[in-house]
């Protein structure tokens, strides 16, 4: 299962962090780890593009993104990244796990 914990502070998403695997097909084959990321790629693609600062770091199995303070542009993209992994569990649930973290 994919862990995705997003960040917020005073209501505003500020990060996430992504790991693990859906599990739903062999590595290399899995359609819904193919979408997770490809949707991940695409939203850190657009925190730069929009230039608020994202600080990535990549590790084994794992993406954490943080912008650089409130932002409000940061804060729709990455709601929509969370919003974009809910209609994924719609149609492959127990593929991905939200959590919302207070920072």
Known sequence: MVRAV?????????GFRISGHTGYS????????????SAVQLSVNL????KTAPKVCTGGDSV???V???NDTAARI???????FELIIE????TIKINISEV
């Open 91 to 94: 149609d492959y649930p127990k």
């Open 68 to 70: 650089g303070g409130e």
């Open 26 to 37: 062999e590595r290399g084959s899995d359609i819904v780890c193919a979408a997770v990321s």
């Open 47 to 50: 925190l730069y593009e929009f």
């Open 78 to 84: 990455l709601k929509q990244l969370m919003h974009h």
């Open 6 to 14: 997003f960040y917020r502070k005073n209501g505003k998403f500020v």
């Open 64 to 66: 954490e993104c943080r």
